[in-house]
């Protein structure tokens, strides 16, 4: 079609010679490798990858084959050199490498052979009109605490709420404002602009993710398709955050395996199978983002070793290729790589958009110009309002225009950028008072621009191209070549649901066989317990007296098979974040990936169960047959199956892990309550009785009572009353005696098993296969319950983040005023900022550092003799490509590592490191890991106050807190919630960074260690940083930083370098000079080409040295650097740097007013008392916001004590009602030991930032247990007392004031003892799976040994004589039980008697007299007339306690006491495993 001028001016970089794109078939091209291949091997989903030689000769193969084009490729490229024919729009791009080339040439040829079967290209370019998104007011969002259920019950009960409406209004702001911008398929644009300026947001809304906000207005159009119809196409376009997020315990080779199985199409190339596209493709992304070396290495994270922060950002960015998107939005992708390794990935970017027309939009925060100019568009943002949005080569000078003015070597993204900052943009002479000074200003000056209606106009010539050409028409075909043939043509995957649930399986496994620890400590916890188990209930005897023990057995197998699953609650809030991002990329349905866990659980519990029952079965002396056997495995498997899934169901209807966890504990409660055992149907209360038909647990019992009493007769030759035990003659006669069970009858000395369940359970023995069935239904039903949720609910707010802020505090956002003010804040702090700083130095050197880990069996260098020093006054740069050991180095030099081994030296102030080295040293980590709970203010106010030294005053630590705030343009954040990127509300990535180092600041360290501070920042955050610990430097502290991609502003700072190259080999150390020309001298001295006056110094080095992922060098520079003068120089220097001469003058000036060098080292600042106070307080305002922990513990406690309280409503006198009182107690000490599950995960939380914070010496190990001791008291104490509340007077138990008293506080006191327990036991295991495996084994020695399932008589000697009597649940039972029982009197009902004849011509009390002399209990005659008889077998409550356990009211103070010393006995074991384990694995 024609186009306008304005158009065609804008066009012009589409079709100049020298745009990269030098393919002339680019238009027949598209982005994914399809075929109509119906090969047999399409469901195979395992093959065997190629060598590491074979994968590095892929694209020599390439190479060999289009060497003519090579040269012909060139010289179009770069042969113009003169620039005669360059575009004045477009940047000047770099010409493109031999890699370069094959990449290209690559995907060209594929391409080509793509379109000759058929293909349809994708070419979908995006369109935004008047884009506004509108967010949540942060005056609206207020850290909730313990107190905000109570404001919100009163405001909903506050009738006036009702009628004023602007109370109840939500105030917003607009995140984007206006927003008009556009992007040709095949093209690059590039979003620039500050944190807060809307960047991700605008990102999000293009990938058409918009759940997180308020509204969004305007209009988004993918080619020519609307973004409302867009949804079905979500996998089309992507948006790939900058936090990298994955399973850590999958290897590169697994992650992208599985991906790749997900994403391939169903249409290939002629004879490609599945698996030979898979490993194409696999060997094409590991070669091209230089992970080849990688493939078995696992993944990662913050808290397990694996790849490298480069490394994993490059595994991020492979995934999101794998995903094969035809828009992709990379949001700030470069995070963590290095210069030379950030401009590899934009070129394959840009290559990929050429030859396979994708569209590409990303954000950068410090690209350099070589970056910048490989795109084709930018737009820069400024709070929200576009300033301008056009081609890449006429931004830089349309700001000059504006009046600003650019410094020498400044990149065109550093200047446009930082135009939207005032402190950083600089104005032209004659310009001042005449520019844009506000992000209005800056808007309305864009708007009024020529060039603003010049792309406006292009936009609608594009989009009247768009609905000519019908791209869609092409693009629906495609997608629908891609999907596999079983997958439905309008379903939004590539894949069917088959497909993806056997992928998902099989990634499933990998994790599950993977953790091999976690799988072990299970299995030996079933073998463990199954032992146990048989051992308490040994060959139980075919006799009445094995009736009751009889069911306590099979409760217990049925409990144990349920407890063993609850771990799965746990585990389902794992991998959230990456199951959205998963979800996003339309890799599978939630669903299916829910189905996969079901499918792993199966053979896993098959093992359990049938590992369980081969051990217990026949220990119990149950019936030996293989029906009943099989039925009692059978059984267990459909137990376990629901349970883990209703475990499950918990976690995913609910936010948080402490609610999930409250509900299945008050859950577990009523399934305990209503099994059928403890209380039976006829004792149930009709309000709950209907819960024992909607348990699980209760059918289960059903199902196996049946199986094991039916067809049996139980003797009770020895039991049968009345007796005499000293004349058998006495009752010889024995049709006048009874067996004293239910479903007995007179004249029978035994039981028949189906009798004894109806008459005592109301089982009824027809009913087995009845009620297996229904175990399973309700499993299906829990399935069906999760598949809701996961596909429905997403809990990780979208990746989105939303600030949250004291009440009253919030800042305006993206107002005119609010932004005026602060400026000047920021302005003031930078100008003040020498006057601020008063720090102390030191002088630190190293030589010969090397540093091994074993790895398989050998141990792996990675550092080789590295050697240098910081002084004070001078910054020194660690540099090098990714994974050359960096972090390792400042790890090994800050003492953080605890594995592995170091040799070297390392002094400070010529001496050896001293105890309190880590204390009086910064260092600032690559990851950003802060407690949740926290605001910005307090975190580092407490970082002020546990590291600075104790003279200082505490307003003066406050007001220098202030003045970080300020320096780090956070003041507007100090009463924001730090949070978690996991639930979304908290600061952003970028903040956290800043909030990384503000901590170490406000320290004043005396050395500082910088792990990519500027990493994730935009170029102004940046240098304001840079430029800060400049002004550090120059107040004498020695500080040394990594850094990735330094602009050429930002390197001029540093004084020295450090190069590192792979291995960990030392490539340079040394000055750099004025303008660099020392350390580039050095490489041009070796060979290298001179770098030009313009270039970055930076990006320079590392070309130099062949880094970044195609990276080559001819030289061997860790060699060439021995060889030099300039190493012997540094040996040199080290050598007389240990002399006493040149060591006064730093040690003489790092003295301070309070202290000296002769000073006594002390490992922390302050003393225990003030540690553990500081720590207390700070834990007290985590758990006082921790309203899903707090509350729900309150509520758990409320909720399940009216539970158990009506359940055992307004208990009588009667013989069966004393049995209820101490099933009642019995669940109160459960529902005390579920508090475990409860407490472990947080003390988990709490350990981990513990171990990064006592690293830096905040606090010590016995502050932090002591503390964390502390801070549960007054919220358990809470707790057990509304659970006294609610339980005690509804159940009828006795009611004075001593009993009472007693009774609250027996319960109680174990309450608190078992929390401390709980944190013992976290304290001793590595991570919270392991404790869950383990902790079936506690639960059921406290439950079982506690001499009320297993009464003490019956009990073998081995248990008996030591366990029992250990078990701190049997003197908590034995003072509660006691307490209750012993003023009751017993008064049996009609339905308790046991009842039997006297022989004619007695009555009852003459026959019964003799056993009456020997038993407990009395007989009444039930009638004048008859000779019936009815025997109650307690006369008092203290005949079941003193008689059936052996148990003593007057022994209930001592067990108080027994309950305390064995809350001391915790306490202890904290500290001990604490101090074990104080140390992070790194």
């Known amino acids: 079609m024609e186009e306008d001028k304005s158009f065609q001016s804008i066009k012009i970089a589409e079709n100049n010679v020298n745009n990269n794109s030098s393919s002339n078939n680019n238009n027949n091209n598209n982005n994914n490798n399809n075929n109509n291949n119906n090969n047999n091997n399409n469901n195979d989903y395992d093959y065997d990858y190629d060598s590491i030689n074979n994968i590095e000769q892929k694209f020599e193969n390439v190479s060999k084959e289009l060497e003519g084009q090579s040269i012909k490729f060139r010289e179009i490229d770069g042969g113009d050199s003169g620039g005669n024919n360059r575009d004045i729009e477009l940047g000047e791009r770099k010409p493109e490498n031999e890699e370069d080339f094959k990449l290209r040439q690559y995907f060209e040829d594929s391409q080509r052979q793509k379109m000759q079967i058929n293909h349809k290209p994708k070419k979908m370019g995006v369109s935004i009109k008047n884009l506004t998104v509108v967010g949540q007011g942060a005056d609206n969002s207020v850290i909730i605490d313990n107190s905000t259920p109570f404001k919100a019950l009163g405001k909903l009960l506050n009738p006036f709420n009702y009628f004023n409406k602007d109370k109840n209004k939500i105030n917003t702001f607009n995140i984007l404002n206006d927003i008009s911008a556009f992007v040709e398929d095949g093209k690059m644009l590039l979003v620039l602009g500050r944190p807060g300026a809307g960047c991700s947001t605008l990102l999000r809304v293009i990938a058409n993710q918009r759940e997180s906000y308020i509204s969004v207005d305007g209009d988004v159009t993918y080619g020519n398709i609307p973004a409302s119809d867009w949804s079905r196409y979500r996998g089309e376009t992507i948006y790939t955050g900058e936090e990298d997020i994955h399973h850590p315990t999958l290897t590169v080779r697994e992650t992208l395996d599985f991906t790749l199985k997900l994403k391939t199409p169903g249409s290939r190339l002629p004879e490609e199978s599945k698996r030979t596209f898979r490993t194409k493709i696999y060997e094409l992304l590991v070669s091209m983002y230089g992970l080849v070396n990688q493939g078995d290495t696992m993944v990662g994270n913050e808290f397990v070793r694996g790849l490298s922060g480069g490394e994993r950002k490059r595994m991020t960015i492979t995934e999101a290729m794998v995903s094969g998107s035809s828009i992709t939005c990379w949001d700030c992708s470069t995070r963590g790589l290095d210069a030379a390794s950030a401009y590899d990935y934009a070129k394959s970017l840009r290559i990929m958009s050429d030859t396979l027309d994708k569209t590409t939009i990303a954000s950068f925060y410090q690209a350099s110009d070589s970056i910048y100019n490989l795109f084709d568009k930018v737009l820069v943002l400024d709070k929200g309002r576009c300033i301008y949005f056009g081609p890449v080569g006429l931004a830089k000078q349309y700001f000059l225009d504006l009046g600003f003015d650019c410094e020498p070597r400044k990149s065109i993204p550093d200047f446009i950028t930082g135009i939207t900052n005032p402190q950083e943009r600089i104005v032209k002479a004659g310009f001042e008072g005449r520019v844009p000074e506000t992000s209005a200003d800056l808007e309305d000056a864009w708007k009024r621009s020529q060039l603003f209606q010049s792309m406006k106009q292009a936009q609608i010539e594009y989009e009247k191209q768009v609905e000519q050409q019908q791209p869609s028409v092409d693009f629906k075909e495609q997608v629908l070549n891609e999907k596999s043939r079983t997958t439905s043509k309008t379903s939004e995957y590539s894949s069917s649901f088959y497909a993806q649930t056997i992928a998902l399986t099989q990634r499933q496994l990998s ?454 705030l300020e320096m780090m343009e956070m003041k507007h954040l100090g009463d924001a919630l730090i949070g978690t990127l996991e639930t979304g509300v908290g600061i952003s990535v970028e903040e956290r960074k800043r909030l990384t180092i503000g901590l170490e600041l406000v320290a004043k360290p005396h050395i500082l ?389 006297s022989p004619i011509g007695t009555d009852c009390n003459t026959y019964s007299a003799p056993f009456l002399e020997q038993a407990t209990g009395y007989v009444v005659p039930l009638s004048n007339t008859t000779n019936e008889c009815g025997y109650c077998i307690y006369n008092t409550g203290s005949d079941y306690f003193e008689t059936s356990l052996g148990w003593d009211y007057g022994h209930r103070w001592r067990n108080f006491g027994i309950i305390v010393a064995y809350w001391g006995s915790s306490i202890l074991a904290v500290l001990f495993f604490v101090y074990l384990t104080q140390k992070p694995r790194r």
């Open 1009 to 1397: 260690y910088l792990d990519e501070p500027t990493s994730g920042l935009d170029s102004q955050s940046s240098y304001n940083i840079i430029r800060f610990i400049r002004k550090l430097a120059d107040a004498g502290m020695p500080l040394v930083c990594t850094i990735h991609q330094p602009s050429s502003v930002l390197f001029e700072h540093f004084d020295r370098i450090l190069l590192l190259a792979r291995g960990g080999k030392t490539v340079y150390f040394g000055d750099i000079g004025e303008k660099s020309k020392t350390l580039t001298s050095y490489f041009e001295r070796h060979g290298v080409r001179p770098c030009t006056e313009d270039e970055n110094p930076a990006e320079y080095i590392l070309e130099a040295t062949g880094a970044g992922i195609s990276g080559k060098t001819n030289v061997d520079w860790p060699s060439a650097w021995k060889q030099s003068p300039e190493y012997q120089d540094v040996i040199n220097e080290l050598d007389r740097l240990r002399t006493k001469e040149e060591l006064e003058k730093y040690i003489l000036t790092s003295d301070m007013e309070h202290g000296s060098t002769n000073q006594q080292p002390r490992e922390f600042a302050n003393g225990f008392l003030t540690q553990f106070i500081e720590v207390y307080k700070r834990l007290n305002i985590i758990y006082y916001r921790d309203v899903f922990y707090t509350m729900g513990s309150f509520a758990q406690s409320a909720v399940s004590g009216l539970v158990i309280g009506f359940t055992f409503y307004d208990l009588q006198n009667s013989s069966s009602d004393q049995q209820q009182r101490i099933f009642m107690s019995w669940e109160a000490m459960i529902l005390g030991v579920l508090l475990i599950y409860l407490v472990l995960p947080m003390f988990f939380i709490q350990k981990e930032y513990f171990k990064r914070d006592t690293a830096s010496k905040y606090y010590s190990w016995h502050a932090f247990s002591l503390a964390m001791i502390a801070v549960e008291i007054p919220y358990v104490v809470l707790s057990s007392t509304l659970f006294f509340i609610t339980t005690y007077w509804t159940s009828g138990i006795d009611s004075t004031a001593s009993a009472n008293f007693y009774y609250w506080l027996m319960h109680t006191m174990f309450s608190v003892y078992i929390v401390s327990f709980a944190q013992a036991l976290g304290a001793a295991c590595v991570n919270i799976a392991i404790s869950i495996a383990a902790l079936p084994i506690i639960l059921f020695y406290l439950f079982l040994l506690c001499g009320v399932q297993v009464p003490p008589p019956t009990m073998s000697s081995f248990y008996q004589d030591w366990l029992y009597h250990l078990n701190p649940a049997k003197y908590f039972l034995e003072g509660l039980i006691t307490t209750v029982l012993e003023p009751i009197n017993v008064k049996c009902t009609d339905v308790d008697l046991i009842k039997f004849t």
């Open 511 to 964: 994790l599950t066989w993977g953790d091999k620890f976690t799988l072990t400590s299970r299995f030996l916890t079933i073998i463990v317990l199954s032992f146990i188990f048989g051992g308490i209930y040994f060959k139980q005897p075919l006799t009445t007296d094995g009736l009751f023990t009889r069911g306590g057995a099979i409760f217990s197998s049925i409990i144990f098979n349920c407890i063993l699953t609850q771990g799965e609650l746990h585990h389902s809030f794992v991998g959230r974040r990456i199951l959205q991002k998963h979800k996003s990329y339309a890799l599978y349905r939630p669903s299916a990936y829910f189905v996969s866990q079901i499918l792993i659980d199966i053979p896993f519990i098959f093992v359990q169960v049938f590992l369980h029952s081969f051990i217990v079965y026949f220990m119990y002396g149950f019936d030996y047959r293989a029906d009943k056997f099989f039925i009692f495995c059978f059984t267990l498997i459909g137990v376990s199956l629901s349970s883990a899934s209703l475990f499950r169901g918990f976690a995913n209807f609910t936010p948080s892990l402490f609610t999930a966890q409250n509900l299945m504990n008050f859950v577990f409660i009523f399934e305990v309550n209503y099994f059928g055992y403890s209380q039976t149907p006829d004792k149930m209360h009709s309000w709950f009785k209907w819960t024992y038909f909607i348990n699980p647990l209760a059918y289960a019992f059903k199902s196996l009572m049946i199986n094991e009493f039916k067809g049996l007769d139980f003797s009770c030759l020895h039991s049968a009353i009345p007796f005499d035990q000293f004349n058998n003659s006495t009752y010889s006669d024995n049709s006048h005696r009874i067996c004293p069970i239910p479903g007995s009858i007179e004249g029978s000395l035994s039981v028949k098993g189906e009798n004894y369940l109806w008459d005592a359970l109301q089982i009824n023995s027809d009913h087995r296969a009845l009620n297996v069935v229904v175990i399973f239904l309700f499993w299906l039903f829990y399935i069906a319950l999760n598949l809701f949720a996961v596909e429905y609910f997403d809990w990780t707010s979208g990746g989105y983040t939303h600030k949250v802020y004291k009440r009253g505090k919030a800042p305006k956002l993206n107002d005119v005023e609010e932004e005026r003010n602060q400026n000047q804040i920021v302005k003031k702090a930078t100008d003040n900022m020498k006057d601020t700083l008063k720090m102390r130095g030191g002088l630190f050197s190293w030589k010969s550092i090397s540093y091994t880990v074993p790895i398989a069996g050998t141990n792996k260098l990675l550092l080789d003799d590295v050697m240098g020093w910081i002084k004070p006054g001078q910054m020194t740069a660690l540099m090098g490509s990714s994974g050359a050991g960096k972090t390792t180095l400042l790890d090994v030099l800050a003492k953080r590592k605890t594995m592995g081994t170091v040799t070297g030296e390392s002094l400070l102030n010529g001496k050896p490191l001293e105890i309190d080295f880590e204390r009086i040293t910064g260092y600032v980590e690559q990851m950003d890991v802060h407690n949740p709970g926290l605001t910005v203010r307090e975190a580092l106010r407490f970082s002020a106050k546990l590291r600075q030294e104790p003279w200082v005053p505490l307003e003066e630590k406050y007001q220098y807190v202030e003045h970080v």
